[in-house]
């Protein structure tokens, strides 16, 4: 079995270990040492790789993305359009993001970032608060982690309002479905997940119109990618305190320009597309297990 890996934002290093510690007997190379050569791989594991990779490798069987998001992937002019495509569906990011959505609803709800300013003034001053599980949390795209951070909510006594294009079968919580709909979803959300991928029909979905659709004093956790949300927009309802606040993880232009606005924003707290790291172990057992179907003749879980 000739596997390829190129990832090169990351610690390849990762991948390489938990490949030769679960599939010992694959034959497997980085892109940058081979590139030059003529040695051609069957699956190819990658993560925002060169175009030239795709002139490159012909004999490819099948390619998998090193996460959840393929936007950086379809943007390549020479992306193979008769290779299967497989995506990790969740791979233990599931957790890191629902940790991180906990957090964002606890931050604003239980007022931490008041009593953080509080404390630099040394003001004995409680808030008043309600308790989170009489709050909605909408997740917006129910894809696997969407899914999961729905279904984990649910589980721990919150209230869980979901939102996809079409129905999902068996989730356990609340849904509604199709763009029809959207604005009356929003309406209900107290606090809004942002699971959604970058795709033609999501860019600025959540425009002026729709974040004033949200309830005043509605937070806005973003963990899904940045070009759904208009910034502009967003910024507004936070500076005229419509929204309580946003915990952004992803953003339309990355790294987030030192100049952007953003970084100055009281009421919003930035992190550096963080809230759920790929699983290298995980990612690399998934992967295996679906090479296992192809060679089997089973190939399942595509884009």
Known sequence: MRILLSSPLTDQGFYLDAMHKFCPYADIRLWEDIKKSDWQAEYALVWKPENELFLHQTQLRAIFNLGAGIDALEKLPDLPQDIPLYK??????????????????????RHLDHYRNHQKRQLWQPELTHCLQTRKAGILGLGPLGVFVGQQLTQLGYSVLGWSRSPKPDLGFE??????????????????????????????????????????????????????????ALLVQLQTQ??????????????????????????????????????????????????????????????
């Open 242 to 303: 419509h929204l309580r606040g946003a915990l952004l993880d992803v953003f339309e232009h990355e790294p987030l320009a030192k100049e952007h606005p953003f970084w100055q924003q009281e009421n919003l707290v930035i992190t550096p597309h963080m809230a759920a790291p790929t699983q290298h172990e995980e990612a690399i057992k998934q992967i295996l297990a679906d090479i296992l179907d192809i060679e089997l003749g089973n190939g399942h879980n595509l884009i």
């Open 88 to 109: 990790l569906r969740d791979a233990g990011m599931g957790q890191w993001m629902l940790e991180y959505v906990l957090y964002g609803m606890i931050h604003f709800g």
């Open 175 to 232: 849904q509604i479905n199709g763009y029809d709909d959207l604005d009356t979803f929003l309406s209900r959300c107290q606090f809004l997940v942002n699971l959604l991928p970058a795709k033609d029909e999501t860019y600025h979905l959540l425009n002026e119109h729709r974040l004033m659709q949200l309830p005043r004093g509605a937070v806005v956790i973003s963990v899904g990618r940045g070009c759904v949300i208009d910034e502009h």
